[in-house]
């Protein structure tokens, strides 16, 4: 059965801004929680990519078991990776 999934992507490096954008503070608490908020509406889990750098400081804030990092064994990186990433995962689920 295929499930609708939303998917919030914050696995970049921030090297231009200086600090993780995703951890901006907003309404929500900060631009991650207020990304997964605005996608709630979908049915199945809110699900962040990440990078493995992330991965254990959002599990502060965020369920670890919504967070995908990139698996780096594609051998390319930015948001196609955690697109494949999510995708290998979740592959029975659609992807907004």
Avoid at 1 to 14: A, D, E, K, N, R
Avoid at 18 to 40: E, F, I, R, V, Y
Avoid at 48 to 61: C, G
């Amino acid at each position: 059965m295929q499930q609708l999934q939303g998917v919030v992507f914050c696995g970049g490096l921030s090297t231009r801004m200086g600090t993780d954008k995703a951890l901006l503070p907003s309404p929500s608490g900060n631009w991650l929680l207020h990304s997964a908020s605005l996608l709630s509406f979908l049915p199945g889990k809110v699900l962040a990519s990440v990078n493995d750098i992330q991965k254990e400081k959002f599990t502060t804030f965020f369920p670890a078991d919504q967070l995908v990092a990139d698996n780096l064994r594609y051998g390319i990186r930015g948001p196609v990776c955690g697109l494949f990433s999510v995708h290998e995962k979740y592959q029975e689920s659609d992807l907004f």
